[in-house]
């Protein structure tokens, strides 16, 4: 008997605030004193390894890579979206935790542009530092994953 998975071995996948990961294997494993078949997800950053059941997949986020149809309608508000109304920095700092948290593109892509455009103004504190080096690093993982985008459009992205 063949099991239909969401995700197959060898995919690329996306998990929100660890960023992009492959699906090493789908294996049977014992949690709680009950088996469950669980994927295996080797992450990209940090020598890292995820075991995830399968019946909790759906409530972790974890996303297939974007494809390249939609990354070119996030360069679009990347380049030319509004950015948020300034926001005293403690409600903005909760406010692109809260989209980075999502894991979805656009909204890491969103508080990429947003930090970015704050810091010509002036200098970020430590925190919003910090959110825009991790944001940014989620956004160049997920974009070299992209199949059809190069290096170099990768670096005029970002």
């Known amino acids: 008997m063949e099991v239909?998975?969401?995700?197959?071995?060898g995919e690329n996948i996306i998990y929100p605030m660890h960023g992009a990961g492959i699906i090493k294997a789908v294996e049977e494993k014992e949690i709680l004193g009950e088996k469950q078949q669980c994927y295996i997800i080797k992450m990209s950053v940090g020598n890292m390894q995820i075991t995830i059941p399968m019946d909790k997949i759906l409530s972790s986020s974890i996303r297939p890579v974007t494809d390249i149809i939609e990354l070119k309608h996030i360069l679009h508000i990347?380049?030319?979206g509004e950015s948020d109304?300034?926001?005293?920095?403690?409600?903005?700092?909760k406010v692109n935790t809260d989209k980075v948290k999502t894991?979805?593109?656009?909204?890491c892509a969103e508080v990429v542009r947003d930090l970015m455009r704050m810091k010509e103004e002036k200098a970020l504190n430590t925190s919003e530092k910090e959110m825009l080096n991790n944001a940014h690093q989620f956004?160049?993982?997920e974009l070299g994953l992209i199949?059809?985008?190069?290096?170099?459009?990768?670096?005029s992205f970002c």
Do not use: A, C
């Open 147 to 155: 199949k059809g985008i190069t290096e170099n459009q990768i670096k």
């Open 139 to 141: 956004l160049i993982n």
């Open 103 to 107: 894991g979805k593109i656009l909204e």
């Open 85 to 93: 109304e300034v926001l005293p920095w403690r409600q903005r700092y």
């Open 78 to 80: 990347f380049q030319h």
């Open 4 to 9: 239909d998975y969401l995700f197959q071995i």
